[in-house]
């Protein structure tokens, strides 16, 4: 499985934006980009992801390098809420079924 | 949608006990994952359903686990024999459609072998 690196942790204020950077340089022509957070006590949420061009949702949105060799979460206004553990996850599109391997993630912290 | 739905949400079992959880994923998924995470590490995949069907292991899941999904809707994960080490949070994600959308998680059942 290609591999992602993430920063441990990261620090935000309160309604901010938060630029969460993922590098990715072996990933291959077929990886999608994911990206899930978990908050405190819960299982992994869905955020976004993404293959080639930039990706927006109500949530976030996804910025993809044009070499594919990283990618960064954008959210746009920081809440108290958005603090969690961020993981960016590849998949490879052509093996079906493929579970996702989580990594330890980023944990985001949002001060007021 | 109720969500992904696992029972219990805690268990306490003394060592060499047997455990079994259960998942009921979303109605109309077809696949089904089990994941466990210890704390401070992120999940590890443990076993992927397709309908009733397990396609893939991890050699994490040792001889002691045993997964199954008779009907193709809720799964069951049976650890025998349970040792300390077995302590961890025991997520289940569903997804069905295309291969990469999105998984939706349950709150998981947590472990604690004493």
């Known amino acids: 499985d290609a591999k992602t690196t993430q920063p441990n942790s990261m620090e935000s204020n309160e309604e901010e934006p938060v630029h969460l950077p993922c590098n990715h340089s072996t990933i291959s022509g077929t990886d999608y980009i994911h990206w899930y957070r978990q908050l405190p006590s819960q299982g992994p949420e869905y955020v976004i992801h993404g293959l080639t061009s930039n990706v927006n949702n109500r949530m976030a949105s996804l910025a993809i390098a044009e070499d594919r060799k990283s990618s960064t979460l954008i959210l746009h206004r920081a809440t108290l809420r958005d603090a969690a553990v961020y993981y960016c996850?590849?998949?490879?599109?052509?093996?079906?079924?493929?579970?996702?391997?989580f990594g330890k993630g980023t944990t985001l912290s949002v001060s007021s | 949608d109720t969500g992904v739905s696992q029972d219990p949400r805690h268990k306490i079992t003394k060592r060499g006990q047997n455990v079994t959880f259960r998942c009921d994923p979303i109605?109309?998924?077809?696949?089904l994952y089990w994941y466990r995470q210890t704390l401070g590490q992120g999940p590890e995949f443990l076993t992927y359903f397709q309908n009733e069907a397990q396609l893939e292991k991890s050699r994490l899941l040792s001889d002691r686990f045993s997964a199954e999904r008779p009907k193709g809707s809720f799964s069951t994960l049976e650890i025998q024999r349970t040792e300390q080490g077995d302590s961890a949070m025991y997520l289940c994600?569903?997804?069905?459609?295309?291969?990469?959308?999105?998984?939706?998680f349950g709150n998981g059942t947590r472990l604690t072998v004493t």
């Open positions: 994600a569903s997804n069905g459609g295309m291969y990469n959308s999105p998984l939706h």
């Open positions: 996850i590849l998949s490879d599109s052509n093996q079906a079924g493929t579970a996702l391997i």
């Open positions: 109605s109309e998924h077809n696949r």
